[in-house]
């Protein structure tokens, strides 16, 4: 059994399952209850990992189920949840999930964890983001996979400490632990409550990151917050600094990711005019932020940049150059037929109206292929430039 600060999960036995079975209202539920219980059936030795998980109150209240569909030979599981609406918008499926994971990785053969959700579905996929979940850029018959790979022995220790601890000090305050927003290259995340307010306090790490080379961190945090103060870039205060425990305190700004936008198919079009102003200010201080999507929140109609990370400015860095790439809606294209060349054309002429750069406009602009095949081809086309 797993127990987290507000419920029990555990996997249902025989007598459970053949009950929800039996008592399963809804056809394709029946369904998949009844396939996961031929799963533990036919692989005893594994029956955590094709059995239902009961979500529980610690009050007993059932308030929803998660599975793992099995464990791959690769060492992959697909992790699955359901919450019912009453319950839902209450944090329950992350905590849920978040166990859920801890547990799974404690197995040494598990290398990654997967999920599938459908595309519309945009609290499920921020349940996984803040699970550490990323896109892996293929589709199920749901829509939209996800992955999360097995956190480094350092990574997963810590995050065990921060679970069991329920609390992070900072300068002698002690700041409750809520959840786990995420992970980025310089730090944890948490979302944390303090005396009836939240706020978020990030705990600096110092796992290895190949792509990007840090100095102090917690001193590089407090520099780019003041070059982004001076720069008028909308960012969250910071309210306290702990150097001896490498953590920072900063206002908790409540809001859906433009990457959770994204995700769900909303235009990126009306918040394009707040980032490409936040770009103006950054280029004439000389700097670039981070233009990834998780990295920016709305908020009562304001785009708010709630990383500090920024660095001196580079072409080849800033938002027309890379960053507005991840701002447009992920399609799955699969494989293409002859046929569809004329709708993924018009679809990479929108695309392009959208980036309101010169000289892609329907047809006239576009290195166009004689077929396409892949999704990655059609990225490659939006990267080619005008002729």
Known sequence: ?????????????REQMEAMIASEQDGELK?????????????????????VWMIEKTDGTHIGDLCFKGLRENGIAEIGYGIPEE????????????AACRWAFLHPDVRSLEAETDAGNAASQRVLEKCGFRPNGTFGEEGPRFSLARPTMLRRNKMNNMAMNGSLTVNGSSYRIIRLLGKGKGGYSYLTERDGQRVVV?????????????GNKIEAELRDYERL???????????????????????????PTVMELVQSAVSAEPYLPQVRDMAAKAMAAGLNIDYYPTNFVMYDGLLWYVDYECNDYSEQWDFEHWGIQYWLPKVSFRSYRDEDYEAVCDLLAAQSELLQLPGRGLRGGLRLPDRIESEEQITHQLELGPL
Not at 1 to 13: C, F, K, V
């Open 1 to 13: 059994m797993l127990n987290t600060e507000r419920l029990r999960i555990y996997p249902a036995s």
């Open 31 to 51: 369904k998949a209850y009844s396939e996961m219980l031929e799963g533990c059936l036919q692989h005893p030795d594994q029956w955590d990992w094709y059995a």
């Open 87 to 98: 319950y839902q918008g209450q944090g329950y499926a992350t905590e849920a999930v978040q």
């Open 202 to 214: 990030k705990q600096i790490h110092h796992e290895p990151c190949d792509y990007y080379t840090f």
């Open 229 to 255: 103060q001076k720069a008028g870039i909308r960012i969250p205060k910071m309210q306290a600094v702990d150097r001896d425990a490498e953590r920072i305190v900063k206002d908790y700004i409540e809001g």
